[in-house]
């Protein structure tokens, strides 16, 4: 399933297991650009079709429009075009999320993946300013954009909306799901859409991965705590091996349940540092560490799985 950025919008849609990459902090939360390329070397080799950039996993919310753009640069050019890069550019303003497009465009970017405009718990949109928003951003750019479907936002995307906005922006040619229900709406924009929307993703750290692949996912994007063995699972499923998938799935579910409902984005990190990938898990404040408890417990789960997070830099 692994393509490099040629074609990516013409016949080769993206599809697979395309984790977000986590920005590395040094303990003093000044940004580890080389701790942060060691993770993209244990991405590449565990198998991945792809990365995401600057997602809400990797804290882009915590980052400087310097530190963004170093970033980027720094992990495109460790990539140097061996993997689709996606680059996550969301800014409530349009004029911003457009020229940050089209800055990833330049850098080398494969794709952009974009939330829509919103700001806080009460600043929404309405629906035809989302599809103007996306209309904006598609103009500067010729590359693929990904819609981003989370809870985080409180512009809410129906699938209504969501049809609408292929059909009238054609670039949104990606969208992932990651809100309750997931599995339905999948369903839905697949069978609505068709070929208009070559890459109906899931995320949420993968936890609904196989009811979201019965609804027509093509792709999930996880954190990269274990894509390595999610990679195998989405391989088996699209080999025709649903019992295989289902039961390899079945396997991790308490681990990847346990990331999602009690680390958050830190889950990642930790399994990092504990297998030896970074040097240090922390996140910037007022993220705080998770508590003594949870840490082992997730520590213990993953120890009892042989996951490449935990032998990779052994």
Known sequence: MRRGLENLHTDTPLTGVVP?????FHDDESVDLDGTARVVD?????GVDGLCLLANYSEQFALTDAERDEIARTLLERVAGRLPVIVTTSHFSARIAAARSRAAQDMGAAMVMIMPPFFGATLAVPAPAVIEYFKQVADAIHIPVMVQDAPLSSTPLPVSLLIDLVGRVPQVQYAKIEVPQAADKLHSLVSALGSSLPGPFDGEESVTLIPDLDAGAT?????SMVPAELGQIVRRYAAGDRAGA???????????????????LRGQKILLAEGGIIASDRTRAPFAPVSPGTRRGLIELAAARDLMVMRWAR
Do not use: K
């Open 246 to 264: 289902v039961s390899a799935w079945e396997d991790l579910l308490p681990l990847i349940h346990f990331e999602n409902r009690q680390c958050g």
């Open 20 to 24: 977000v990459v986590p920005t590395i």
């Open 42 to 46: 244990y991405l590449i080799d565990a």
């Open 219 to 223: 792709g999930t994007m996880p954190s």
